[in-house]
């Protein structure tokens, strides 16, 4: 892999000299390539497809359509629209001794993305990337490799045709040993980022000896609280389980305060459809009758704290706001919780205690999105504290160095 590593090492640094106006020309053009080449992408996701079961929850993620395809270049418009991150003074000052300090925002250099089955990550990679003066180089899944290899082959052609260097992009084998060396790539990468479920992020996190970053396992909750309006209730929690479920921002578990267990059945009727439940015994009680008996069933240890990716929820019954909040703190991953609640004080506790990179009063999860917040695209969303946290956009994946001018001057 040495020789994949040093290409893409050498080629960051031609990002150096690339001014923002050829950057984002780049960008536009690749875009473009997207829409023009549909038919090849599909062609390829096809195969890929085929050689998935169709019920396995990946199968949503792996899919590209038209539809996904255009949405996919939008967001690569979007990124190419928006101020480069580079070379922006974020402190600036002079000491007593004269000496002219400033801090700016640089490069990482050579950023490393391993992911699973989502080839759109292919392509928000290069993007954030690109933009922000870093190579990349990318570990996809196997599920995804064709699908992949299609995608990184048009980029190249466009870079390459633009006159930059294309190995500002490449694409690793989708190998464990593959991973395996590119977290132990010291000198090459300077950032390696796990887009996945928490099994990849720990992997990632006890085998990396280069600097990492973890995003992505999302076990989020919505707690219904005893003030929750029920119709804001309703499309919040539907929107947020259902509109995708193999995303890391799909609800896992509803939490319902037992002054509301009355309308626990109206808040779920409208995913009683497709959505199988896991209830603890006050709320399976309290939707025996009204829920088709084949997708209710008895939360077992295992039914909180779990990333379904899937039509399947969770539902926990509490008797109070801190005890909602000690669900989260024990079963929550610091992705994304929300409240749904019309008492103020309630969504402003509720707001000040849950340690998550996203918190939302009366809105779904849903929305932790780069795209949704403005940021064009995301490389991922960041579940921890130290650096980037939530959705990671172009100023989250740029460090900073200190340019330091003097006169002549010694330290004492």
Known sequence: MNDIFRITKDASRSLLDMDAEKCNSILLAVADAIVAGSDSLL???????????????????LMLTRERLEGIASDMRKVASLPSPLGRTLVERTLPNGLQLKKISVPFGVIGVIY???????????????????????????????????????????????????DVVNLMPATHEAARELLEAVGYVDLVIPRGGRRLIDFVRQNAKVPCIETG?????????????????????TNAKTRRVSVCNALDCLIVHSSRLHDLPALLAKMSDRVTLYADPRAFKALEGSYPAERLCDAGPEAFGTEYMDYKMAVKTVDSL?????????????????????????AAAFQRDVDAACVYVNAPTSFTDGAQFGLGAEIGISTQKLGARGPMGLEEITSY????????????
């Open 217 to 237: 396992a999302g076990v989020v909750n919505t707690y219904f609280d005893a003030a929750g309006d029920l119709a804001k209730g309703v499309r919040i929690v």
């Open 322 to 346: 801190q005890e909602a909040l000690e669900h989260i703190r024990r079963y929550g991953s610091g992705h994304s919780e929300s409240i749904v609640t019309e008492d103020a004080a309630a």
């Open 116 to 166: 699973e089955a989502r080839p759109n990550v292919t392509f928000d990679v290069f993007s954030l990337c690109f933009k922000s003066g870093s190579a990349c180089l990318l570990k996809g899944g196997r599920d995804a490799d064709r699908s992949n290899r299609a995608a990184v082959a048009l980029i190249k052609r466009v870079v390459a045709a633009a006159g930059a260097d294309p």
């Open 43 to 61: 062609a390829a996701n096809a195969e890929d497809l085929a050689a998935m079961d169709k019920t396995n929850p990946l199968y949503d993620r």
């Open 401 to 412: 160095k200190w340019l330091i001018v003097g006169n002549g001057q010694t330290r004492p």
